[in-house]
C-alpha cells in the first residue's frame, strides 16, 4: 500500500501555475484597479464593500480576452434565481471583504486580510449597503493575495497540488482537535466495545475481528449500483480483501496507514451496529466525490483534483480560497445518499474529500485545506490549519433536544435509497441514539412519541390540574407530520402512515405541537377524541404503555 517516492514527488509537482499577466494582456477596466490599495483595505462590516462595477456580465467575463477578467469570471458569485440566464446577463462588480469576519467566529489577534469577491449587481442592496444574500460567495469561493512579506500571524491561502494531498494538514486538525475541543470527545453513553467488530488491517488487507482498545478509521463513501446477481465469490478469509478492491477503499487505507492508524473500518457488512462504529471510530473519512466508489480520493495516488484558479499581476499573486465546504460537499452524490447521512452525524472527527480540496470537521468546527495561518516564529514562518466557523454539517447530536428528532427526520428524507424498503433502516442509528437519551424519544414505524416533559401541558377541566399529555396523545401528535412539497409517490413497503412510506422530504415541524395560537388545552382535547389501534403481523393489538414502561 505504500506510494512509491517517485510517484510521490511527481505528483507533489501538480499544482496549477499561476498565469503572469501583463499590461497588454488586461483589458482597460483591469488596468485601471489599484490592487496595491485594495489589498491595504481595512474592511470592518461584515458585509463587505463594493468597490466597483466590472462592466461586464458573467458570460463576457469568462470569453474575455484579458486574463484577469477571465480569473474574476471563474470565481463570479450568482444569488439564487429561478432563472439562471437572466442573473448570467446582470454586469459583475467587485466587492472587498474581511477575512477574519468572513471565516472565523471571534475577532483574534491575527492580522486581517483583505479578500475580492465578484458577483453580479443583484447580490448587492445599494440603499442598505449590504449583501441581499449572505453567503452567496460562498458558492464560488474568494480571492486572495499571497504575501510572503507579512511578518505578523495573519490568513492566508494555500496553493494546492492538484494530484498530492499532505497528510501534514490532517495530522494538524487531527492533533489540534484531542488538544482543544471537549465536544469531540467521545459520547457518555456509548458502550464500551462494539460487539463482533471486523476491521481491516492496513498492513495486511485482511478482515480480522478487532483487537481490544482497537483504534480504527472509518469509511464514508458511495457503494453504487449493487454487483449483478450471480457474480458474487465466496469470502476468503486467508485473502487480502483488498484485491480487486474499489479503489476509493484502497486509497482510504493508504490515507488511514498515513495518518498512523492500523485499522480501518468498512460498515458494508456491520449495518446494525453503525451508530456505535461511527461513534468509536477516531476519524472518518469521508469521499464526498465522485459516482460510485470506484473513483478514488482526490489528490491520492493519481486521482487528480480540480484545478484551484490563480493568476499573477505584478507583485500580486490572487489564488481562491475554493467554495465554501457547505457548497461542494452539497453537490455531491454522497450528500444524496440515505446511508451516508447517519455515517456523518455520528462520526466526532471527519476527514472530507471533495474534487477541490479536503476539509477536517469535527463537533466544534471546521478546516478548508485552501485556507491557513502563517504565524512568524524563529525567522522562520510557520504554517497552520485555520479554524473556521459553521462547517458543511450543522446538525450533529441528535440526543441533545428531543424536540429536533424531525429536523433529522426531514433532513434524512430528502435523500436517495436504492431500495426503499432501506429507509427505516438507513435512519435506525439516529432513532436509536434518540431513545437513549436524558430525555428518551421512541417512535414506532419511524413516527416518534416525543416525551410527555417537551409538549406544553394542559389543564384538566373537572379539576383544574396540569397534566401531561399520555403516549397516546404523543404518538397523535408525531402523526401530524406532512411533506414540504406534495408528493404522492409510496415508497417500499412501509405503512401509508408513516412518512417512510412516501417519497419526498418531511417538514421538520409536527402541525399537532400547539403554538402560540392555539392552546395546549384545545389541542389535547382534539386530541382525546382520537382512538389509536396499532395491530402487530400476527393480528395481536399492540397498547399503548405508561411512561415508565417504555423505559
Same mark, same amino acid.
Given at each position: ?17 499561476? *498565469? ?5 494582456? %488586461? ?5 485601471? *484597479? ?5 489589498? =491595504? ?17 458573467? $458570460? ?18 450568482? &444569488? ?138 472509518? %469509511? ?12 458474487? +465469490? ?11 478492491? &474499489? ?49 478514488? %480520493? ?38 444524496? =445518499? ?6 456523518? *452525524? ?9 474534487? =477541490? ?25 510557520? $504554517? +497552520? ?13 441528535? +440526543?441533545?433536544?428531543?424536540?429536533? *428528532? ?16 432501506? =429507509? ?11 431513545? +437513549? ?79 402560540? $395560537? ?30 415508565? $414502561?417504555?423505559?
Amino acid at each position: 500500500m505504500e506510494q512509491p517516492s517517485s510517484q510521490q514527488e511527481e505528483t507533489k509537482s501538480l499544482t496549477l501555475p499561476t *498565469i503572469p499577466l501583463t499590461q497588454r494582456s %488586461l483589458c482597460e477596466t483591469c488596468k485601471n *484597479i489599484d490592487l496595491d490599495s485594495i489589498f =491595504r483595505m481595512e474592511i470592518s462590516s461584515y458585509n463587505g464593500k463594493l468597490l466597483l462595477n466590472l462592466g461586464a456580465t458573467l $458570460e463576457q467575463l469568462e470569453a474575455s480576452p484579458c486574463s484577469l477578467c477571465n480569473l474574476f469570471g471563474s470565481v463570479a458569485a450568482s &444569488p439564487r434565481a429561478t432563472d439562471e440566464s437572466s442573473t448570467r446577463a446582470v454586469e459583475c462588480h467587485l466587492y472587498a471583504f474581511s477575512a477574519k469576519r468572513t471565516f472565523l467566529r471571534d475577532h483574534t489577534s491575527f492580522l486581517d486580510t483583505t479578500l475580492l469577491g465578484i458577483g453580479n449587481v443583484a447580490a448587492w442592496d445599494t440603499k442598505k449597503a449590504k449583501l441581499t444574500e449572505e453567503g452567496c460567495f460562498n458558492k464560488t469561493g474568494y480571492l486572495c493575495s499571497l504575501d510572503s512579506k507579512i511578518e505578523q500571524p495573519h490568513i492566508t491561502v494555500r496553493q494546492l497540488s492538484l494530484g498530492y494531498f499532505d497528510t501534514n494538514f490532517a495530522k494538524c486538525c487531527i492533533e489540534d482537535c484531542e488538544k482543544n475541543h471537549a465536544r469531540c470527545k467521545p459520547r457518555k453513553r456509548i458502550q464500551d466495545s462494539v460487539r463482533f467488530l471486523k476491521v481491516i488491517d492496513c498492513k495486511t488487507g485482511r478482515v480480522v475481528p478487532a483487537p481490544a482498545e482497537c483504534k480504527y478509521v472509518a %469509511l464514508s463513501y458511495v457503494w453504487g449500483p449493487p454487483p449483478a446477481a450471480g457474480r458474487s +465469490e465466496p469470502f476468503d478469509k486467508s485473502r487480502s480483501v483488498l484485491d480487486g478492491c &474499489p479503489k476509493v477503499i484502497t486509497d482510504s487505507i493508504y490515507v488511514a496507514s498515513a495518518l498512523n492508524f492500523e485499522y480501518a473500518e468498512d460498515t458494508h457488512r456491520q449495518i446494525r451496529q453503525m451508530n456505535q462504529i461511527y461513534m468509536k471510530a477516531e476519524k472518518t473519512i469521508i469521499a464526498a466525490t465522485g459516482e460510485d466508489s470506484h473513483h478514488g %480520493l482526490p489528490g491520492i495516488r493519481g486521482t487528480l483534483r480540480k484545478p484551484q484558479p490563480s493568476l499573477k499581476s505584478g507583485k500580486h499573486t490572487l489564488i481562491s480560497t475554493l467554495p465554501h465546504p457547505a457548497t461542494t460537499i452539497g453537490y455531491s452524490k454522497w450528500a444524496t =445518499r440515505g446511508w451516508t447521512y447517519q455515517e456523518v *452525524i455520528f462520526s466526532r472527527k471527519r476527514l472530507v474529500f471533495t474534487d =477541490r480540496q479536503v476539509f477536517f470537521e469535527c463537533n466544534t468546527g471546521h478546516c478548508p485545506e485552501s485556507l491557513q495561518v502563517i504565524v512568524p516564529s524563529n525567522n522562520m514562518l510557520d $504554517e +497552520e490549519p485555520l479554524m473556521c466557523k459553521d462547517g458543511a454539517f450543522f446538525f450533529k447530536t441528535p +440526543e441533545a433536544h428531543p424536540l429536533s *428528532i424531525m429536523l433529522y427526520v426531514s433532513n434524512f428524507s430528502k435523500r436517495e435509497l436504492t431500495f426503499p424498503e432501506d =429507509r427505516l433502516n438507513a435512519i435506525a442509528g439516529i432513532f436509536r441514539v434518540a431513545e +437513549e437519551s436524558e430525555n428518551p424519544v421512541y417512535q414506532i414505524k419511524g413516527v416518534p412519541l416525543l416525551p410527555p416533559d417537551w409538549l406544553p401541558p394542559y389543564i384538566r377541566e373537572f379539576d383544574y390540574v396540569m397534566i401531561q399529555p399520555t403516549p397516546k396523545e404523543c404518538f397523535l401528535v408525531g402523526l401530524t407530520w406532512y411533506h414540504s412539497a406534495p408528493d404522492r409517490e409510496t415508497a417500499g413497503n412501509q405503512a401509508s402512515w408513516t412518512w417512510a412510506g412516501w417519497n419526498g422530504q418531511v417538514s421538520d415541524y409536527l402541525l399537532g405541537v400547539p403554538d402560540r $395560537e392555539t392552546s395546549s388545552n384545545q389541542q389535547y382535547s382534539q386530541l382525546s377524541q382520537v382512538d389509536v389501534f396499532l395491530e402487530i403481523q400476527a393480528g395481536e393489538p399492540l397498547y399503548f404503555h405508561r411512561w415508565r $414502561e417504555l423505559s
